[in-house]
Every structure is written in C-alpha cells, then in structure tokens.
Nanobody, 114 residues
Framework: QVQLMESGGGLVQAGGSLTLSCAAS????????MCWYRQAPGLQRELVAA???????NYADSVKGRFTISGDFAKGTVYLQMNSLKPEDTAVYYC????????WGQGTQVTVSS
C-alpha cells in the first residue's frame, strides 16, 4: 500500500521560513498533480499550492509570492518552500497526489508564532 509521508513542519517565528517535503513510500503511476493542502483549527481544509505533471503551478491568493511548490514526478516527491511566514499560516499541512486515486499524507504541523 502506497503511503505519503510529510516532513519539515515545526515551530517558527513570524517572518521565518520552512520547507515541507513529501515522498511516496511506493510507486505511484501516472501522477497528474501534486498538491499541498492545509487545515487550521475550526476551518475547512484548503488548497495551498499545486503543480501538474506539465509544470503548471497554482497558489492560493493568501500565499502567492511567499510559497513555492516544486516536485519530481518520477520520484514521487513534492516540496513546499514557505517564506515570510505569518501566524495565519499556522495549520496542519497535508500533501496529496492525484493519480488514478487521490493519495493523502498524514499531515505535518506548522506553527508560526507572532
């Protein structure tokens, strides 16, 4: 069974940076997109960033210019470089791969202190 594992979360001060990583434990064929979502307490899960196998990226307005998504579709890895972090970026961040099915990671906590 394929699993996605995130890493890189933690506690950082406002204005700081973190890089999240996500890797698949097995082979996932025909990945069409890799995404990062986040969910803050009491709020719905939201799409933060996505990258397609054709290299097209998409970002939530709230993170444009601060976050950068990159990935290696052959290796099944995706990254999220987060700069100029704000307290409102505090959330559990999940990676997700879209292939024949939607695969989800277990989440990693990001906490930004003011």
């Amino acid at each position: 069974q394929v699993q996605l594992m995130e890493s890189g979360g933690g506690l950082v001060q406002a204005g700081g940076s973190l890089t999240l990583s996500c890797a698949a434990s097995g082979s996932i064929f025909s990945i069409s997109a890799m995404c990062w979502y986040r969910q803050a307490p009491g709020l719905q899960r939201e799409l933060v960033a996505a990258i397609t196998s054709g290299g097209i990226t998409n970002y939530a307005d709230s993170v444009k210019g601060r976050f950068t998504i990159s990935g290696d579709f052959a290796k099944g890895t995706v990254y999220l470089q987060m700069n100029s972090l704000k307290p409102e970026d505090t959330a559990v961040y999940y990676c997700a791969f879209l292939a024949k099915s939607y695969y989800w990671g277990q989440g990693t906590q990001v906490t930004v202190s003011s």
